[in-house]
């Protein structure tokens, strides 16, 4: 698998509005975008830091995974997203074969327009993975 670089970091927060002010006032950074994505029950916001855009996540559900993510304790970087360059398909094919567990079989459309497929964190050092390709 080649991949091209970090695509975006996803960071779990109970409330953007809450957050922004740290990124925003603090670190200087502005949002450009903010998408809601219905079947992963999250609102998101993004900020572009150089080539890597920081997406800040925020449970529209209670049974949405980051509202459980965050339930648990979990806080800050939720998941990593590289974008690889010989498409999502292939890398999860060769991840399958490495034994790593899919959390998608197949890539599926995330925020951004992108194609995306997640790995499993027990499987990926303890971080949830992100594939994705344009
Ligand atoms: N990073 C690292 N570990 C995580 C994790 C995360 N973000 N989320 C859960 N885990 C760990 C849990 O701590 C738990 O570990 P233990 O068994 O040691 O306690 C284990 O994974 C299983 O967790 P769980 O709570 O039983 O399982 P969930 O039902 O919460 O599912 C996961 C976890 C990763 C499979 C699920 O969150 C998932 O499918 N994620 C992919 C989709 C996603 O994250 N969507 C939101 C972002 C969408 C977007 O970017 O647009």
């Not at 200087?28 to 855009?53: H, I, N, P, S």
């Not at 949405?64 to 010989?86: E, I, M």
């Not at 060769?94 to 899919?102: F, Q, T, V």
Request: charge should be negative; hydrophobic fraction near 40%.
């Amino acid at each position: 698998m080649k991949i091209a670089r970090i695509e975006h970091l996803g960071i779990a927060v109970q409330s953007i509005e809450d957050a922004l002010p740290f990124f925003k006032d603090v670190l200087g950074l502005e949002v450009y975008k903010t998408e809601v994505v219905e079947d992963q029950k999250v609102k998101t916001a993004f900020l572009k830091v150089g080539e890597v855009k920081l997406e800040l996540l925020e449970p529209t559900s209670p049974d949405s995974t980051v509202q459980k993510y965050l339930d648990k304790g979990g806080r800050g970087v939720h998941h990593v997203a590289f974008k690889v360059t010989d498409g999502v398909t292939e890398a999860l094919a060769e991840c399958d074969a490495k034994g790593i567990r899919l959390i998608d079989k197949a890539p599926r459309k995330g925020a951004e327009n992108l194609n995306i497929a997640f790995l499993h964190p027990k499987s990926t050092c303890g971080i949830l993975t992100e594939l994705c390709e344009e």
